[in-house]
């Protein structure tokens, strides 16, 4: 167990719609990355947060957006849904931020 | 920006070495990390290089050469449990990017 919490694990919808992904860090960690992988693709980076604060942007589509609150835990807002999108989508977090990542066990997203 | 190449696949008998070769170019450098991946499941972090030279950690080790934009990852004593899809991971300035993986498969 990485210590980093996904929720939830699997997410079936339908074209158009919106989902909300939620990532709880490791205790103490400050610094969140979500991570697309799609099925035959490697990960690909969309966004980190650091201490509530936006760091680093990826490859992350205008249909998509994040926060990390001050309790750490953060959000990955996915909205007008396409058949695309559909892919595991991971959460890591790290201490500082030259550590190493620890990834959650991902949400499985489904757009039919 | 960052460019990670690594093989796609490798087959290796059980109890033999098979080594992953990673080259990669980034505009600023600051680690390279190797993740282990099984099919369906969360990375896990292998090792991790900064500086030039050999890391060993068991029965996988890791090499740097910065110069060179170039790392590989040892395993020895290959069992069973190793086929999974191995991951080199440049940190260049502040984001983590992930070549696409390399996937190992190991035959009794």
């Known amino acids: 167990d990485s210590g980093v919490t996904q929720t939830p694990k699997h997410l079936i919808t339908a074209t158009g719609q919106r989902v909300t992904l939620r990532c709880s860090p490791r205790?103490?960690?400050?610094?969140v990355y979500w991570y697309q992988q799609s099925l035959d693709q490697g990960l690909q980076f969309l966004i980190q947060?650091?201490?509530?604060?936006?760091?680093a942007k990826g490859n992350i589509l205008e249909r998509f957006s994040a926060q990390q609150f001050p309790d750490l835990h953060s959000e990955l807002n996915l909205s007008s849904l396409e058949l695309g999108d559909s892919a595991l989508y991971f959460c890591?977090?790290?201490?500082?931020?030259?550590?190493?990542?620890?990834f959650g066990s991902g949400t499985q997203l489904s757009v039919l | 920006g960052q460019n990670i190449d690594q093989p796609t696949e490798m087959t290796a008998t059980e109890g033999a070495i098979v080594q992953i070769n990673c080259t990669y170019q980034t505009s600023g450098f600051n680690g390279l990390f190797w993740y282990q991946q099984h099919a369906g499941e969360a990375p896990t972090f292998l090792s991790y290089n900064v500086l030039d030279g050999l890391e060993e950690k068991g029965r996988f080790s890791s090499f740097l050469s910065r110069s060179k934009g170039y790392s590989y990852l040892l395993l020895k004593e290959l069992q069973m449990k190793d086929s999974a899809s191995y991951l080199c991971?440049?940190?260049?300035?502040?984001?983590?990017?992930f070549g696409a993986g390399t996937t190992v498969t190991v035959r009794a």
């Open positions: 947060y650091y201490n509530g604060e936006e760091r």
């Open positions: 890591a977090s790290s201490g500082i931020e030259n550590e190493k990542l620890f």
């Open positions: 991971a440049v940190r260049g300035d502040y984001k983590l990017s």
């Open positions: 205790s103490g960690d400050l610094s």
